[in-house]
């Protein structure tokens, strides 16, 4: 599942990944930030919508750590309400 964050500078998204070795089964909520060559794929995508996504890891000269997608497979598109 997909959530969706928009800003000027770029665009990240959130996937909600199940933990099938958790206790509880829990969720857990990954944020993946887009490359400018998905930008225009994310039109497609609403919150709730179901990806697959081949992603690396970014590590920058701060020690800061992004996961940065390098494509995205469209698995379920959820429509909003307003467009059915």
């Given at each position: 599942?997909v959530?969706?964050k928009?800003?000027?500078?770029?665009?990240?998204?959130?996937?909600s990944?199940?933990?099938?070795h958790?206790?509880?089964?829990?969720?857990?909520?990954?944020?993946?930030?887009?490359g400018?060559?998905?930008?225009?794929?994310?039109?497609?995508?609403?919150?709730?919508?179901?990806?697959?996504?081949?992603?690396?890891?970014?590590?920058?000269?701060?020690?800061?750590?992004?996961?940065?997608?390098?494509?995205?497979?469209?698995?379920?598109?959820?429509?909003?309400?307003?467009?059915?």
């Open positions: 599942m959530s969706i928009d800003s000027d500078k770029e665009k990240i998204i959130t996937l990944v199940s933990n099938p958790a206790q509880d089964n829990e969720t857990e909520l990954i944020p993946i930030h887009l400018n060559g998905l930008l225009k794929s994310i039109e497609y995508v609403n919150t709730g919508s179901t990806l697959g996504v081949k992603a690396r890891i970014h590590i920058d000269d701060n020690g800061k750590v992004k996961i940065v997608a390098e494509k995205m497979t469209f698995i379920n598109t959820k429509r909003d309400e307003d467009d059915e």
